[in-house]
């Protein structure tokens, strides 16, 4: 008698990333491992992610469940991941500007990392996830079928947790420092010189975008950033952001004078996942920024991520940057990587203002009718800046 076929839901889900039933129930044993049992598959369902991501590279992020009959259950997530030409705002970046872009666009920075790693020892209490399969599906896309970690909610992220992910990203990019190391996946390219993709962010998204938009008057006098600014009360943070931004190439010419270093190069909470059975230990996904950074780099994503995500109040930053900053040192010391704390704190400040603080204001939403929600986004945002400004300000007093 022949066994009936697995009940799939959600197929619509999956897209182009579809595999034929026998290699998905493969790829489901080896993501049971030891439970795997030898029982047949009788269930598959697909659903979205509720992650939203604005990430270039990143097209559909979908969870797989595999249930099999002898009651155990696999879980798979499945990153699509496309190349900038697959980008439906590839027409927003000005004409001129596209093929250059285009050309160096590290899309496959993930699929390099999960084949060769970081190109050193993870420090202890850091690794990467699980990968079971790298599927090219056409050209410029691919498929990464990879273990779903069942994390920990963004609230768990205390000052303890934040400190010791600072001390692990300082041991990280200590081990990362060349010249005995070089950038991820590079035989499939030419290696970018220092401080190069911090470089071409601004020359890109910010002179591009943000640097007119924050200069110009029209985005001052939209309807919900007039009421924003008005709930705030900080009709300064439009001189001090002008300001600011005119000052961004002097201070990229600043920055490549610190030492440098190999990073994660997004490490926000979102890309240090919690497993909530393993606590003590952070899975490490999606790396960035593919060039040697200012040492110190890496804090500033890893402060204001959780704000960017709408997970936790600007007026925590505070406290997080006090505990972030002598961790991250000492993650370095113990590495024996002997650097100035005031060029940690440069590079670390210097970074999280030319990435963060230009680019908090969600410029995309201004094509939208005003609302409360938009309101709210955007007196958000207006008080994470300030929170940004505030802490550079504060790091290059006297």
């Not at 994660?264 to 950074?293: E, K, R, Y």
Request: with cysteine.
């Amino acid at each position: 008698m022949t066994e009936p076929s697995p009940r799939v839901t959600g197929e619509e889900h999956i897209g182009r990333a579809a595999v034929l039933m026998d290699q998905l129930e493969g790829l489901g044993r080896l993501a049971l491992g030891p439970e795997d049992d030898g029982q047949r598959l009788v269930a598959v369902t697909f659903r979205p992610s509720s992650y939203e991501t604005s990430t270039i590279a990143t097209e559909r992020l979908t969870h797989c469940q595999l249930e099999f009959a002898g009651g155990h259950v696999a879980r798979i997530f499945v990153k699509e991941i496309r190349d900038i030409t697959h980008w439906p705002m590839l027409v927003m970046i000005p004409e001129h500007l596209r093929e250059s872009f285009a050309s160096g666009f590290p899309w496959r920075l993930e699929i390099d990392l999960y084949a060769d790693g970081f190109g050193c020892p993870l420090p202890g209490g850091m690794r990467l996830p699980d990968v079971y399969a790298i599927r090219e599906l056409e050209v410029g896309r691919a498929a990464l079928w990879m273990e779903d970690v069942q994390s920990s909610p963004y609230a768990a992220w205390t000052i303890d947790r934040f400190a010791r992910a600072a001390h692990l990203l300082g041991q990280l990019a200590a081990r990362r420092r060349p010249p005995g190391i070089r950038p991820i996946g590079v035989g499939t390219g030419t290696p970018f010189g220092p401080n190069f993709a911090l470089r071409m962010m601004y020359g890109g998204r910010i002179e591009n975008s943000f640097r007119p938009a924050i200069e110009g008057e029209e985005m001052w006098h939209h309807p919900t950033v007039v009421a924003a600014l008005d709930r705030t009360g900080d009709r300064a943070i439009i001189a001090d952001l002008r300001n600011l931004v005119s000052e961004g190439p002097a201070l990229l010419d600043e920055t490549d004078a610190l030492p440098m270093t190999y990073a994660h190069g997004d490490a926000s909470p979102q890309n240090l996942l919690v497993p909530v059975d393993d606590p003590d230990t952070f899975v490490v996904i999606d790396p960035g920024l593919n060039s040697q950074l200012p040492v110190g780099h890496d804090l500033g994503q890893l402060l204001v991520g959780l704000c960017h995500a709408g997970e936790m109040d600007p007026s925590g930053l505070d406290e997080v940057h006090r505990a972030i900053l002598p961790a991250y040192i000492d993650g370095l010391t113990a590495e024996g990587m002997d650097v100035d704390p005031a060029d940690v704190q440069r590079g670390y400040l210097s970074g999280l203002l030319l990435r963060s603080g230009f680019t908090a204001m969600p410029l995309e939403q201004l094509n939208a009718p005003t609302s409360v929600e938009a309101i709210d986004l955007w007196s958000d945002r207006i008080r994470l800046t300030r929170a940004i400004i505030d802490l550079y300000a504060d790091g290059n007093a006297g």
